[in-house]
């Protein structure tokens, strides 16, 4: 059974800093992502690394904030998020897919997991 569990959400003042973990069971993913969506707003690529290369991506939005990197295992995958502003605020999905090397695309990622909510107060 393919799964994928989010972590690591949570409220944080601005500037602060969080990190989200997703774990991956079932199967090993060419590329595992972060994508979040804001109310009323499209859901947004954030990053995303690949498995075996460790080479990522990034929005520009983000980039210089936010770094995504994988455990040593290549199972789960890390968004350490820095600087964070009221505008990051989001529920926030792991994506996994056999993409090389990673895109932005969310059409491109075959799995999903749940969500965790990051909320950025002022």
């Known amino acids: 059974q393919v799964q994928l569990v989010e972590s690591g959400g949570g409220l944080v003042q601005a500037g602060g800093s969080l990190r989200l973990s997703c774990a991956a069971s079932g199967r090993t993913f060419s590329t595992m992502g972060w994508f979040r969506q804001a109310p009323g707003k499209q859901r947004e690529f954030v990053a995303a690394?690949?498995?075996?290369?460790?080479?990522?991506r990034y929005a520009d939005s983000v980039q210089g904030r936010i770094t995504c990197s994988r455990a040593n295992a290549k199972t789960t995958v890390y968004l350490q998020m820095n600087s964070l502003k009221p505008e990051d605020t989001a529920l926030y999905y792991c994506a996994a897919g056999s993409q090389i090397p990673p895109t932005s695309s969310d059409s491109r990622y075959a799995y999903w997991g749940q969500g965790t909510q990051v909320t950025v107060s002022s």
């Open positions: 690394v690949s498995r075996n290369s460790g080479s990522t």
